[in-house]
């Protein structure tokens, strides 16, 4: 599968921003999918993920009651709504696919594909 983020950009603390991945291949709707962050010089870290029906999401604390991750599987579409964001939210987003574990993973490692990232920048 080959994943696209995009909807990154420029906002204001306390501002807004909804990232969309967009996946190729026919198995997408089996697949768990997950959205990771990298801010310079740290290491890359989950912010959600959401099971392959949407029954299940996952959220790090940080982003919780702010972020919300979900999907249109008709469309191969993941989003990602960001509200109330802070300076510390900005790194570069990658959306990436889990197509072997039924658990919403947080975990870098249990992640297959990975998109090429998005850039997100909070100013305070």
């Known amino acids: 599968v080959q994943l696209q983020a995009s909807g990154g950009g420029l906002v204001q603390a306390g501002g807004s921003l909804r990232l969309s991945c967009a996946a190729s291949?026919?198995?997408?709707?089996?697949?768990?999918m997950g959205w990771f962050r990298q801010a310079p010089g740290k290491e890359r870290e989950f912010v959600a993920a959401?099971?392959?029906?949407?029954?299940?999401?996952n959220y790090a604390d940080a982003v919780k009651g702010r972020f919300a991750i979900s999907r249109d599987n008709a469309k191969n579409m993941v989003y990602l709504q960001m509200n109330g964001l802070k300076p510390e939210d900005t790194a570069v987003y990658y959306c990436?696919?889990?197509?072997?574990?039924?658990?919403?993973?947080?975990?870098?490692?249990?992640?297959?594909?990975w998109g090429q990232g998005t850039q997100v920048t909070v100013s305070s």
């Open positions: 291949g026919r198995t997408f709707s089996s697949y768990t």
């Open positions: 990436a696919a889990d197509p072997l574990r039924a658990v919403v993973s947080g975990v870098v490692s249990d992640y297959d594909y």
């Open positions: 959401i099971s392959w029906r949407g029954g299940r999401t």
